[in-house]
């Protein structure tokens, strides 16, 4: 039996936190994580802003967020990004932005149970993009626990 059990209520500490690329990106290459250095919020101290890399404190359910609008002014630009799982093929989730002479933005979400260590963070996918350019300032990756999880059958993805 798995049980979701709220925080709060445990008196755990609560572990959220959001943050922004800080200035225009160019030149991204595939699979390079993109650099979300300018921290808004940081519960818990589990985002490191330096390496754009959320560290799970302990077994349990989160909500990842990511909104990325791309640099444009050319026209038919775009960047795939995504957000992964220890770098190991685990997506949870794919964004497609750009297309157009002017900037997009595109968001995803996902719910995901992970492990006590694991890592997420948000990179270009692949090699599909056209220019790598991520515009700063509205281009975000948040990201929540939900509960940690009491049970002996606990699974990913």
Known sequence: MCTLCCRRQEGRPVVAFTAKVASHLT???PQEKVPFASVVTNIGNMFNNATSVFTAPEDGAYVFFANIMS????GNEYIETEIVVNGNGVQLAEMYSGGST???STSNMAVTTLKQGDEVWVRVHGSWSSNYAIHCCFSTFTGFMLGYIDSTDFMIG
Request: aromatic share 20%; glycine share 20%; no cysteine.
């Open 27 to 29: 030149s991204l290459g």
């Open 71 to 74: 640099e444009s002014g050319h």
């Open 102 to 104: 002017f900037f997009d």
